[in-house]
């Protein structure tokens, strides 16, 4: 109720100066939510052109002709209030069920689209203002959409607004490999789908360029590895941060292939077997331009069951666990 009186009286003490000022793109925001959630909705009137006056209960002043009432129960729809002609009308309210960058950006939209409008004709001097009384700090029914309202003296039915995480991402990446028998150089790729902005499904895939090599006295061999793999993929710090982490944990189809020659021959055998695989991937994504990002990764796993690897009936390695560590770019179309 502290909300509902400070937005009234800051109404009507700020209906004489929108006479003098209608050109003054101002939002005042009513709240006394957290000063991380202020932030985030002030961050986005700021990229739409608006300036933003933040009124506390007690405050009684304000130049802006429209309003966000914030209120602090969780849940609870932000409603936006618009003074025009000397009224002052509930224009619409953004759901509670959407995430607080969701309900940033609708208002965020709404707030700008109100602040551009062409002015109504002023009231005659001896009209009263009419002040609309507030409701209840409850859940109203959701308001019309933000795609009705009208911008810059247009209507814009469907207008698109902007856009949150990309639904897909795109990898590639050269990577230094590890495993028993030694370093390798691999090419490493990946394409997510995200159906939700924190977790999704991915394909990865990992070929060898170069393989590692095992060289003894009574011969040498080269090992070769390629991963085909299912991930799950998550995001815990989110993905439109200017740094986001990714975390995926995989299974893997691991395709072992090794070729050796014996000292002193020139012939020389080679074998193939399919191996099951597990393992995690973890990435570092850091914006460079638009949807591209750089990326530094990291992956760590084994392969089973174990392949020995024998030199004249002689154990020299044994494959199973294996590793790399990898830089390369993101692509969020």
Known sequence: MRLVAALSAALVASAPLLARAENDKIVLVVTDRSVAQLERLVQEMEL??????RLSPGQERTDARVVVLMPSAAGAPIEIYH??????????????????????????????????????????SSAQPEVVPLPPLRPPPVSPALDAVSLDGRAHAGAPSRRGPARFDFGLSTALGVQSAGASFQI???????????????LFGSAPVVGAEITRAVGSATVRSALFAVELATSPTGREMPFAVVLDPGIALDYLH?????????????????????????????????????KVGALGGAAFPPVDILFQSSVVSTFSPFGSVSVGVVVEP
Do not use: M, N
């Open 258 to 294: 090794v070729s050796g020659t014996a000292d002193g021959s020139d012939a020389g055998r080679d074998g193939a077997k399919l191996l099951g695989a597990a393992y995690g991937r973890a990435e570092l994504r850091a914006v460079i331009a638009g949807p591209l990002r750089i």
């Open 48 to 53: 739409a052109g608006l300036g933003v006056q």
């Open 188 to 202: 490493e790729a990946s394409a997510t789908y995200w159906p939700h902005p924190l977790i999704g499904v991915a």
């Open 83 to 124: 003074q025009r002609g000397g009224a002052t009308l509930l224009v619409a309210s953004v759901p509670g069920d959407e995430t607080e960058d969701a309900q940033a950006l609708r208002v965020a939209e709404l707030a700008r689209a109100l602040a551009f409008e062409p002015p109504a004709p002023e009231a005659p």
